[in-house]
């Protein structure tokens, strides 16, 4: 057999762009952890306003070229909380952030100012962007509630804000799942996905969990 297309280039002994700091175990079992939330959470919304069916990469975040469980970024997003200084964070976080984003087709019609972009794909862009700031992201100064984001809204980019309130008060009537019930990566409950998207995220992390068994993480 020849190496899982993921190990080529740690054992080709660099990965471009990326400086060779390895997470430890534990940080990457709470990165695909805090990931899963996060890919539910955007599903859960993504299904409530039957939008994104134009994204070609789902479920979101954990599919194709830059995804969050491609060992390039698992490899960099894993230390985030390791080191708060911004050197550590340029050398060893920013690389990962700049391909997931550079190749994922979301980002790419959200983040810059995209003349190709649909009104679904702005959507989709702001929902992700909404349920990160949902989530407990010390960079974005923590968690926040529907109430709390809106001053954040109102100081984004002028190309995003528009699509922020578009979706905003669809997302707030749909209510937050509950992605903390999700614990674990052996038990994964259904937080209120359709049957074959949550098949196919549970399907993904077991995958992944196969990849990263391979080059020793044990997760």
């Given at each position: ?65 830059g995804n ?63 349920c990160s ?39 707030k009537s ?46």
């Open positions: 057999m020849g190496l899982h297309p993921e190990l080529q280039g740690l054992h080709a002994g660099k990965i471009e762009g990326l400086p060779m700091i390895l997470p430890t175990e534990e940080e990457i079992s709470q990165w695909v952890l805090t990931t899963l939330r996060h890919c539910c959470q955007v599903e859960f919304y993504l299904h409530a306003l039957d939008i994104g069916h134009q994204d070609p990469q789902r479920p979101h975040d954990i599919v194709g070229l969050k469980y491609s060992w390039e970024v698992i490899k960099g997003l894993s230390l985030t909380s390791r080191n708060t200084d911004p050197e550590f964070f340029e050398q060893c976080v920013l690389p990962a952030i700049t391909y997931h984003r550079t190749f994922q087709f979301h980002h790419q019609k959200w983040n810059p100012p995209a003349p190709d972009a649909t009104r679904e794909d702005m959507m989709v862009g702001a929902i992700d962007a909404m700031m949902l989530e407990d992201r010390a960079y974005q100064g923590g968690k926040h509630n529907f109430e709390e984001i809106i001053d954040i809204v109102k100081i984004n980019a002028p190309h995003k804000v528009k699509w922020f309130w578009m979706v905003y008060s669809q997302m749909n209510g937050i799942p509950d992605v903390e019930r999700i614990q674990s990566l052996d038990r994964i409950p259904n937080i209120g996905l359709p049957e074959k998207r949550y098949g196919e995220i549970v399907e993904r992390v077991q995958e992944t969990r196969v990849m990263l068994d391979q080059m020793g993480y044990h997760i």
